[in-house]
């Protein structure tokens, strides 16, 4: 059982479109990371949220984490080549170990 | 160096070989993580530590691996009696403590049993 759903599981857009990824779950989490990943890297830490109904941004990226804090999206306004990459969620379930689980990620490709 | 370092880089080893793999975290944080990631998959908890105790080893697939971490710092992922589909990236993470679940990565140990 996937703790954590991330859709789509692949996207390729070309630069210059906007895209929302979503990530979700049934657990509630007491908080909740993006990362990215390019090939042959471990994964880089974009974004940490931690409160319900939380908005962040990072330049082109907003991050939502949902009110129940069971869910989270990722937008990306206006896609360039150099977001292509492997976008992962990853959060610590409340009230459990701690440990950090990830989702299966979601595969962007920007064509220029 | 300030981050996250894994070694070796890559590993080739036969089937049924025993392989070792380090994991140095950045100095201070408490919390490390260990998971194994598939090509084009999001990272598979395996064992988390929070100092030199393991907190969580539910990911640990059976009892061919084992870690260990005796000194709150450096960690090694063994694998016994290895199989072909132990064959995967192996990342380690750290972070500051177990309520700051920031986690920093390393590069990861490519695992190729041939």
């Known amino acids: 059982t996937q703790l954590l759903e991330q859709s789509p599981q692949f996207l390729s857009i070309q630069e210059g479109e906007n895209l929302t990824v979503y990530c979700n779950s049934s657990?509630?989490?007491?908080?909740l990371q993006w990362y990215r990943q390019e090939p042959g890297e471990g994964p880089v830490l974009l974004v940490t949220v931690v409160t319900g109904g939380e908005v962040k941004k990072l330049k082109r990226l907003t991050f939502q984490f949902g009110d129940a804090r069971k869910d989270s999206s990722l937008h990306i306004t206006a896609a360039q080549p150099g977001d292509t990459g492997l976008y992962l969620c990853?959060?610590?379930?409340?009230?459990?170990?701690?440990?950090?689980?990830f989702g299966k990620g979601m595969k962007l490709t920007v064509n220029p | 160096g300030a981050g996250v370092s894994q070694t070796p880089s890559n590993k080739v080893t036969e089937k049924g070989k025993y392989v070792e793999l380090r994991c140095d975290p950045i100095?201070?944080?408490?919390?490390l993580y260990w998971y194994r990631q598939s090509l084009g998959q999001g990272p598979e908890f395996l064992i988390y530590?929070?100092?030199?105790?393991?907190?969580?080893d539910s990911g640990l697939p059976n009892d061919r691996f084992f870690a260990v971490r005796p000194e709150g710092s450096v960690s090694t992922l063994k694998i016994q009696r290895t199989e072909r589909g132990d064959s995967a990236v192996y990342l380690c993470?750290?972070?500051?403590?177990?309520?700051?679940?920031?986690?920093?990565f390393g590069q990861g140990t490519r695992l190729t049993v041939v």
């Open positions: 993470a750290s972070s500051k403590s177990h309520e700051n679940t920031e986690a920093f």
């Open positions: 530590f929070q100092g030199t105790g393991a907190a969580d």
């Open positions: 990853a959060g610590a379930i409340q009230g459990g170990s701690e440990k950090l689980v």
């Open positions: 657990s509630v989490f007491s908080s």
């Open positions: 100095s201070g944080h408490t919390a």
